[in-house]
């Protein structure tokens, strides 16, 4: 299919056109669009064809708690961030913007954030001078507007810990509000959520607290309380910005990191100022078993990235 058609597509539904206007636009029949709608939905675009019209989703569809992502494709590439404290002065945009073009040239469709998306503002009195914005409408406003945005490329996130104290302080969730305004942006929930891409599923989890005394030991116990039949093939978490991978039975566990530098609270608690994303390749079988994963850990130091 042409990409000029398809990227056309895309922009009436986003604007919502009915079926009819989108026939006339495209000068297609009503069968051709929601064929191509059916086949764009293999490939994670989130449409479907609703009562006689095509309806844009703003969540995946959801079955047994487990949002799902349809793919044909048993190799899923996927790039995984997390902890990207955007409004706080010491967020790295750069890094940000970085990591989506190498997406997009490595052919990745599907970006995994698991949490702190935003710095949030919290009791601690000094935090206020560490916000590039103080207000919940600020922060909302800077992340839709500078929040990477590359075609074909979809961002599937969580709440962390951050995030929720605008929950508690006004009621509201502030990457819920962030992904309205955005339609690559996909709201999952607070803390923790399950998706299934193609027949992977993947456990986004964020988590609270400090550090403990080894890196592990918190995810392992983590893994220890899922139930076997509720247990994922990926496992992504956030929170204690530092990096590390294992595998316990049959997932594999990727602790991600932070995309922000060392702040001066960070730094009093001994935290280590860890900025780097994951980079995945996997092959599995038509069943959704992993055979392969390739994984590459890309770090980057304090000096800003060039583009």
């Known amino acids: 299919m042409e990409k000029e058609l398809i990227n056309k597509l895309k922009y009436l539904i986003n604007k919502k056109k009915s079926l009819s206007q989108i026939c006339e636009e495209l000068e297609l029949k009503d069968y051709e669009v929601i064929g191509i709608v059916e086949l764009l939905k293999q490939d994670g675009f989130l449409a479907d064809y609703i009562d006689g019209e095509i309806v844009k989703l703003k969540r995946p569809v959801k079955d047994n708690d487990i949002y799902q992502v349809p793919t044909n494709s048993e190799n899923l590439k996927l790039c995984l961030i997390s902890d990207t404290h955007l409004c706080s002065k010491y967020d790295r945009l750069d890094i940000l913007n970085y990591i989506y073009e190498k997406a997009d040239k490595r052919g990745i469709k599907h970006i995994l954030h698991s949490g702190d998306f935003t710095d949030g503002k919290s009791k601690r009195p000094e935090h206020v001078y560490e916000l590039k914005e103080l207000s919940y409408d600020g922060q909302v406003d800077y992340c839709v507007d500078k929040y990477p945005k590359v075609e074909g490329i979809t961002t599937y996130a969580i709440q962390g810990n951050h995030d929720n104290w605008w929950y ?10 962030i992904a309205k305004q955005r339609d690559d942006i996909v709201y999952l929930g607070s803390d923790y959520a399950d998706i299934k891409i193609g027949k992977i599923k993947i456990r986004l989890f964020h988590g609270n607290g400090g550090i403990s005394y080894a890196k592990s030991y918190k995810l392992q116990k983590y893994l220890d309380g899922i139930p076997i039949e509720d247990m994922p093939q990926i496992l992504q978490t956030g929170h204690i910005h530092q990096s590390f991978y294992m595998k316990q039975d049959n997932t594999h566990c990727f602790q991600t990191s932070c995309l922000e530098d060392l702040t001066p609270y960070a730094r009093s608690q001994g935290f280590a100022g860890d900025r ?9 079988d038509n069943k959704g078993n992993i055979y392969n994963i390739e994984m590459e850990l890309e770090s980057f130091g304090n000096k800003r990235v060039r583009r």
């Open 168 to 177: 508690k302080s006004t009621g509201s969730e502030i990457l819920k509000s």
């Open 276 to 284: 780097s994303c994951w980079w995945l390749d996997i092959e599995s």
